[in-house]
């Protein structure tokens, strides 16, 4: 995209012009929109743009690929943009995407014209040959001849004071009235005193009047209250044809034309003055206002802008007169008085100052310097110079005099002439200071005038007083040539100079503002106030833009204006802010003469300047600072909804943020300052428009810039974004309270655990020892020992090589009750062999009574585990309780049931006497494997067997 930009300097107007180029193609704007942000919007045939002063920014559809005309802009309450197209649909601005809206009923066919949001929050729209139509209860309803619409082709919509609907058409000017569910339109026509049928726009003005543009006879003025209709003088006759748009402001009516261009009308006058960029500029599609008053209008692709509703240009005089002017005056009519060689000129306003009339001043010369010019209570024409003191002229008959009647300005040289209601002031060299006070017979200048000199004042002697200035509480201030400012307050003089602060003791103008504070220009040190006794100073670092100041002086809002040679300064004094008029709004080569600045009756500010004269009117509810905008934020350079999107996560932690200060009437003079509070706490300087923060660590943010005209940031407009990235997870106080709990439970149960297992593997030993014990105390019992040495003797008698195998078995048994007593488990065939040791010492005393059977495989034997002695506990608690003989053969049985059980089962021989029983070692075993096992040892006796199944062990 290209945007052609070109600057002139015309007689009477400072205007920039920029083309619109998109893709080597010109783009032709239809109309112009200016938001609540500040920021302008073009609707062209090639969609919405935006525009801030340098450059457009296409706005796409959230289908890219949609192309469509643009014909109206419209801003509702709710700061929505709604946008009509020459297709007749509508689209909303969504996130800075266009979204064509969808409506049950459908909408035109035709053109949209116009929109308008009514008391209701109701959205109309006009259309170029349906008539009107309007949302209600998300409904589309419409006005056309139906309902009485006296035309359909609808250009213009307004809302009156009472909500009723003005709508603009080719028969005349329509009333939309909504009576509960009732349309009503009454019709505005020329049996009403509208000039002519066509009315082609609509402007409100105060009270519920309105202006009213028209095809051919100029516009008028419609009140509606009384339905009466106004012709102002200056569409008497009217020759610039249609009008498209017009544009009431503070001091001007603007109105675009199709074959005459741009036209601007004082407010104070009835005359029309054309304000064209270019001869081209015939047809002028749509103006708009921005914030700071300067004037934007729309020919084909060029946007042009105009400050002539602020700064205009009164070429009055050639160059080589302005050499001979260092004093202006405006009277009370606005005419234009100026001092020149051997006397001074009026010009006269009612004709735009084309008629001037030279008043020749006897004793003047070419080499004789006005210095001031002064218009008093009763209009006289007061003339200081530098030499032959002070003349006062009667303005309606030329008449004049020298005031002759104070002896100290005879051939006085004055410097500065200055007056407030009924008093004048003299100030000038070799301590000149005069006081008049003028009554009514001064109305006549032949009339004597009272006066006071103060040519004795106390410090000051008989140097230079550059100004004499009398306050609203009737203090007069003197300002002096290197002796400071003094005061005479209640008849005392009070001096203040370096010893009170001022660091420049030079001081050349005195002002007072609209509450009583005092101000005045010093030689190099800038400016001060003073307010209770105390003295404020504005020098460059608090944004004077040069400190070579010629004087101040107040506009009509009462802010404090700075004239350097090279343009102003306007300084707010209750904010301090201070914004600026130079050369970029037309103002250079200022004449340095403190009489070259004045005010006229508007409180306008009229500078002398090689060009002509400078009429500088301050607007009232306009911004003359930078409106700091964040355009869009980037993700990761991917465009977020900065509206709704605060949360991030630790990885999307990319930022970049476009932003711009928004002052159209010099945007390469704005700079910026940005901080990201949660990254850098100090503000940073810049003139970039787009800052990137990489890696940004999980936290809060909040990003800040604020845009300036200068160097200083006090009270500037700031602009913010607040948002948050989160923790991961793992970081959050949640997560990290739930793993300290989850920490402090494992440890808990860890702990738990452990003492249970310590409890266990103490239970454990105790049980083992209590098993080895019972072990031990069954086999080393008398009964077994003697039993088993009976056997032992009958054997040796019998059989002595049995008898050394049947030691061995013996010994081999004790040696295995010693080594498993520290042992848990061991596998099952270790224990069988255990079992059939133990056996073998049982047989050879009971024989073939006594059986044991295994029927458990090899393999299983040695993948499966059992704790230690639990089968020859079980067998000897077999053989304990049980007849074993001939006649009842006791049999021992072990049957892997599966591999978690072992069944260990015999059969019952019922003793005739059974001996007493302690069940030590059921119990001992029962015990072991509730600390070894999940699963219990169970134990059964049906009358025919007796059964203990025995849950296998894994090694531990």
Known sequence: MLNFFQKNYAQNKI??????????????????YKAK?????????NGLYTFDGVKFEKINFVNSTIKDTVTAIFEDVDLTIWVGFKNGKIATLIHNKLQYLTIEEGFSKVPITAFLQDKQKNIWFATNGEGVYFFKNKHLYLFNETEGLSDTYVHALALAKNGDVLAATDQGLNICKLVGNKKIVEVIGQKNGLPDYYITTIAPLQNNTFLLGTQEKGYCIFDCNTKLITIPNASTNWKYGQINTLLPTQNNLWISTQENGLLKKSAITEIIAQENFSKDEKNINAIVQDDEGNIWSTCANKLSVSNANKIQLLPLYSNEMYETIHAIVSDNKNNIWTGTDGGIIKYTANDEYKTKQFYKIAGLTKSTDITGLYQDAYTNIWITTMGEGVFVLNPFNGAYRNINENVLLKNASILSVTGTDNTVCI???EGVATIFELTEKNKNISEKYS?????NIPNIGNNYIHIVYKDKQGRVWFGTDGKGITVLQNDKFITYNKKNGLEDEHIYSIVEDKKGRIWFNTKDAGIYSFE?????NYSLQDGISN???NKLITDKFGNIVIVNETGVDILNPETGYISYQNSAQGINNINTGIGSVVNNKEGDVLLTTQQGIIVYSALNRTSQQPKTIINSIQLFLQTIDKDSSTFFKYYENGF??????????NPSSVNYQYKLEGFNANWITTKDQRIYFPNLRPGKYNFKVRSALSNVFENASEANYSFTITLPFWKRYWFIALCTLLGAAILYWYIKLREAHVKKLQKLENEKIQFQFEVLRNQVNPHFLFNSFNTLISTIEDDPKVAVDYVEHLSNFFRNIVNYRDVDVITLKEEVKLLQTFYYLQHKRYGDSLKLKINIAEADQDAIYIAPLTLQLLLENAIKHNAVSKEAILLVELILEDKNNLLVRNNINSKISNEISTGMGLQNITQRYKILSKQAVKIHNDGKYFSVII???KNL
């Open 532 to 536: 209770n006794k105390k003295f404020k």
């Open 656 to 665: 970049t943020f476009n932003f711009t200060g928004l002052y159209y009437s």
């Open 427 to 429: 100030g000038g060299l």
């Open 451 to 455: 006066f006071i000199n103060y040519n």
């Open 15 to 32: 205007q920039a012009s920029f083309s619109l180029i998109d893709n080597n193609q010109a783009v032709k704007i239809n109309t112009l």
């Open 547 to 549: 400190l070579k100041i």
């Open 951 to 953: 849950p296998t062990l």
């Open 37 to 45: 942000d500040g920021y302008i919007f073009a609707g062209t045939t």
